[in-house]
């Protein structure tokens, strides 16, 4: 709860909370996009690709988009995940009844979370089951087919 002196009221609190709740659904929101312009720009170069019937045909120029879109994707989710700690952060303060009103419309991370960024980043490309899945069948599947 909110300590009584604190110069936040709950209706602040709740504002917070979802400001940072609505924030994190537009990231998961950005993530399934990547996903979607990634399958039509792939079928777009893929049919462009095949009606000219190049002689050579690239992997490499069917390949880059898919990387590109992993990458940014991965950007979200590491994102979201971020916004998450934030609002666990600020859940466990008032859970502890500390005056949490310096806390209030600020996203930078303490010390000890700070340094889980990079484990993020990290997470979000290499062990999400969101994206790492997807964009590698995706890649097996384009290099098999071109």
Not at 49 to 78: C, H, M
Not at 131 to 146: A, D, G, H, K, R
């Amino acid at each position: 709860m909110i300590p009584s002196d604190s110069p936040m009221s709950s209706d602040d609190s709740r504002q917070y909370l979802r400001m940072l709740q609505d924030i994190i659904n537009r990231m998961a929101s950005n993530s399934s996009n990547c996903k979607t312009w990634m399958i039509t720009i792939v079928a777009a170069l893929l049919s462009i690709q095949k009606s000219i019937q190049a002689v050579n045909p690239s992997v490499w120029t069917i390949i880059f988009p898919v990387v590109i879109f992993y990458l940014l994707d991965g950007y979200y989710l590491a994102q979201e995940k971020k916004l998450r700690s934030i609002e666990s952060e600020y859940v466990r303060a008032i859970h502890s009844e500390n005056d949490c009103s310096s806390m209030i419309y600020s996203f930078k991370l303490t010390s000890d979370t700070r340094e889980k960024v990079s484990l993020l980043y990290l997470k979000a490309y290499l062990c999400s089951v969101s994206t790492l899945p997807f964009y590698l069948i995706t890649c097996v599947l384009l290099s098999l087919f071109i």
